[in-house]
């Protein structure tokens, strides 16, 4: 099986290498709705750190000390369209939050080119925290403003955006 799945991303990455990213400059992509604020926290040793959480939990609470831990952007939406600007493609985010995930918003999409201006901050905001252990994750997710996130959302002006 994971021979299976190296034979495939290898093609894809073959497949990538010949796209002329000049090409991809036409488009006009419209990306909703999902962004996640995510905590990342890696650590090794799955069975070890369920004993070191289990002793935590008996004890009535406290701290286990992870030195590897990041935030991040998350959310299928808002990472491909980070992704898909990188690659010259005109690409335009809507989505509702609250107040600092629009300055989130803006801190990991604008700086790379997504045009933000559909996004509404009278919401909440999705966050992820997502414990790996040795390439598996588990995700803990409050889904914020994402989970009721429909066609009331759009304005004038995302529906323009869209039909462009």
């Known amino acids: 099986m994971h021979q299976d799945l190296d034979e495939l991303t290898q093609r894809v990455i073959d497949r990538l290498k010949q796209l002329d990213v000049k090409t991809l400059e036409g488009f006009h992509v419209v990306l909703l709705p999902d962004f996640f604020l995510d905590h990342i ?35 299928n939406a808002a990472n491909t369209a980070k992704n898909l600007s990188k690659l010259g493609v005109s690409t335009h985010f809507i989505g509702k939050t609250d107040g600092l995930g629009g300055e989130l918003i803006r801190f990991f999409l604008e700086k790379e080119g997504v045009d933000v201006a559909g996004v509404k901050t009278d919401g909440k905001l999705a966050k992820t925290v997502a414990v790996e252990f040795d390439g598996h994750n588990i995700m803990f997710s409050d889904p914020g403003s994402v989970a009721d996130f429909g066609f009331d959302a759009f304005d004038d002006k995302d529906l323009e955006v869209i039909g462009s």
């Open 41 to 75: 926290v890696s650590l090794k040793g799955f069975d070890d750190v369920l004993v070191r959480m289990r002793r935590v939990y008996n004890r009535g609470g406290g701290n286990i000390p992870v030195d590897n831990q990041f935030l991040t952007s998350g959310g």
